[in-house]
């Protein structure tokens, strides 16, 4: 435990063993529903219907319901693919990257960022299959022997795309869930209503903690986090080549792959903050989640936040340095063109914003930090709209000019993904034990044999 | 009901991680070999103590990948190039545009081996197991410690077995019914 200051404990209290499943099963094995909850729970369902409500609306009606037009052919649809597959990034990032370097502080926040990124990579993978104009024939992507005899078009970014979301979807099903096993045994056991022992030991799989099966767990962790986080940039990149390999100016450029990663990151972190602070404060968590991890967390939004001013910089720089003059105009064109408000209000929320974060202060105060992760998550959702729209809406030729304005279906959609995502966070914290019990006892030996 | 008939084994209770791995040494030192110990966390050093660890998942996620990478390489090479050569502006298929998917699904194949590697080897899911007949052993995901000798141990013998359990200091000994 060399990583951990004396004079802070990642585990402070007297806690023991029994105590930890006590509190975290607690949360989830009560018969009493906390008013908050139920309160969210209704205003998110109310947005998920609208999500998928307008979804269906979609599909009756066709994409011409949304702002879309012909220069500006991509708009929130896929605005908001990038943005929640950033958010996805970051959960399995957060957890296999702390497991592989051995952060202690990582065990009581890898849980929900795990779960988050299973949500979030679910919202995302549905938008590309949206923006498409017949979308039951989605499946075309797979490589199946069909009658049409076609296959993908494998030099397709979009086709990569496909293969990458998948195998990250299932991999973070599978890390999430290996994790989540020893907690429903633990759920299961202290379980005293019938129907929970029920599911929670079906759920468990029959997991009684024979040692060896300890010992597949974690060796099957490693590996998995091993292979999470190449998989992880992979991903991501592939989401940057969607863009980079596409002649327009302003996409087709060489550094997309790394900086949509570092986008990727930063958003992703920023959203594990702002539901961190949630949960602490509405769970009483702060002896599990301490300000330590906060800390910890806006340290890396803001390395994260540098990388990607640096990105900024670079795109300017490129352009000029190009001397193309189409990737110059679409730089100005940003800056001042009529989506500059868009352009200035991420510059503030994505680069000005997380610089308060060298403070130790500000690190150390949950409500500041909350809006400051508020401000990053819109500004990172500005940031792909303004990437996505002002490359498309004036390239080569100006007698193809355009502008997109958002339609209100434009807007229900992406405010009720929001809502799926939280209502799918809600049924989460109130049904799955939001903290592993089994990496908080692993802690407690730890300290015990420590002091 | 005679313990010695249909019992599965002895089950010692023990209240801390150092002393089941304590009574888990003496146990494997002792000659027992159907022994296993159960506790709600990993414990460092036990599996060595019982020479039970699995060394095969990283050549399950090995054998897993080689056959999601060279598969998917190999889907797509015979079908950009035999079963339907696809020449766009005078760009024949060449083998880096293929690396993307062949990566994806390299690391998607360990991955479904690792994952059914690690339940299938410990033969979960698996509902029932005899010590779960034991009335204390819910407390193995919680706060318990627990060492359980066979009774198919060669060396099993039921009184021997139970003053040897004893004598390492458990909370309890009791017999698992089969």
Known sequence: MSSVAPDEAVLPGAHTYDSISEKICG???TARTARWWVISFAACSVLTLIFFGSIGYLFYKGV?????NVPVVWAFDITNYVWWIAIAMSGTFISAALHLTRQPWGASISRFAEAMTVFALAIAGMFPILHLGRPWFFYWLTPYPNMMSLWPQWRSPLVWDFFAILAYLLLSLMFWYLGLIPDFATLRDRARARGAQVIYGLLALGWRGEARHWQRRQSAQLLLAGLAVPLVVSVHSVVGLDFATGNTPGWHSTIFPPFFVAGAMFSGFAMAMTIVILLRRAFDLGEFITDRHLDNLAKL???????????????IFMAWYSADRYEIYTALNRMRGPYAPVYWALIFCVVIVPQALWSRRVRRAPWVLFGISILINVGMWLERFMLIVTSEHRDFLPSAWGMFYPTVWDWAILIGSIGFFGWLLLLFVRFVPLISMAEMRELLTHQRGAS | MNPTI????????????????????????AGYRRLEAYSPMPIEGLVEALESADGRLPRLALIGAIIGGAGTFALQWFSATADYPFNVGGRTPAWPGLIPSTFEMTVLGAVLAIFFGALLRSRLPRLYHPVFNDAGFAAASSDRFFLCIEAADPQFDAQRTRDFLEHLQPLRVSVVES
């Open chain 1, 27 to 29: 949360i989830v094995l």
């Open chain 1, 64 to 68: 011409g319901i949304w702002g879309l």
């Open chain 1, 301 to 315: 939004i803001l390395a994260m936040g540098l990388v990607l001013a640096y990105s900024y910089v670079m795109e």
């Open chain 2, 6 to 29: 249909a019992a599965y084994g002895l089950l010692a209770e023990f209240a801390g991680p150092a002393a089941l791995l304590d009574a888990a040494k003496a146990a494997h030192g």
